[in-house]
């Protein structure tokens, strides 16, 4: 069965202090690893698409890396603005979501 | 650039009704996709249309249908409306033919079924 996990669920973090968040997959014929940050109430906004084991992409304070069973998403010195729910998709022959990682970062 | 918008933003219906969700997709794109969201869970995919045909679908019952129009645009209509199917249902519109997958979320619409 092609599933996406997703952990931990919850990570509160102090402002500056990083971490990485985890997404493991088993989806047959895998054709992307995509990431994606939620504000309350509102539709993901994209982050990053990884195709290959070894990928590696970065944005500000985030960087997603991608082996052949899992992804992580490093947080380099987070912010208060950091904080969201932090979602984790993988394409077969359609998305499959994981749960989400809602990070805090406290000042 | 416009991007996904979504309408209406907020909805109270009572079970038993129907109703019916609206996306105009990003400027460029051709597909679109429909996800249900309960509260605290990740989004569940519903089903896609591409060339006004519903090209995938996932494991939601019939009650749920959709309609793509020539513009891209596209309807999400539930009917015999149930206490569960409370959530923020999304639209993602993506471009078929492309090396990338990317989708890209509206805002949501958020139903509530009393």
């Known amino acids: 069965e092609d599933q996406v996990t997703q952990s931990p669920e919850a990570l509160r973090l102090q402002e500056g202090e990083s971490s990485s968040l985890n997404c493991s997959y088993t989806v047959s014929g895998l054709r992307g690893l995509f990431w994606y940050r939620q504000d309350p109430g509102k539709g993901p906004e994209f982050l990053f698409t990884l195709y290959s084991a070894g990928e590696e992409k970065e944005k500000e304070r985030l960087k997603a890396t991608l082996t052949k069973k899992e992804s992580f998403l490093h947080i380099t010195a987070p912010k208060p603005e950091d904080s969201a729910t932090y979602l984790c998709?993988?394409?077969?022959?359609?998305?499959?979501f994981g749960t989400g990682t809602s990070l805090t970062v406290i000042p | 650039d416009a991007g996904v918008t979504q309408s209406p933003t907020h909805l109270i219906k009572t079970r038993g009704q129907q109703v019916t969700l609206r996306c105009s997709p990003k400027s460029g794109h051709d597909t679109v996709s429909w996800y249900q969201q309960a509260l605290g869970q990740g989004p569940q995919f519903i089903f896609q249309y591409y060339e006004e045909e519903e090209r995938q679908r996932g494991n939601f019952p019939d009650r749920f249908s959709g309609h793509q129009f020539p513009n891209y645009s596209s309807e999400l209509n539930v009917n015999a409306l149930l206490l569960g199917d409370s959530a923020l249902y999304l639209c993602?519109?993506?471009?078929?033919?492309?090396?990338?997958?990317?989708?890209?979320f509206g805002p949501g619409t958020r139903l509530t079924v009393l």
């Open positions: 993602a519109s993506s471009l078929a033919g492309t090396s990338t997958d990317t989708q890209y």
């Open positions: 998709a993988a394409t077969g022959n359609q998305f499959y």
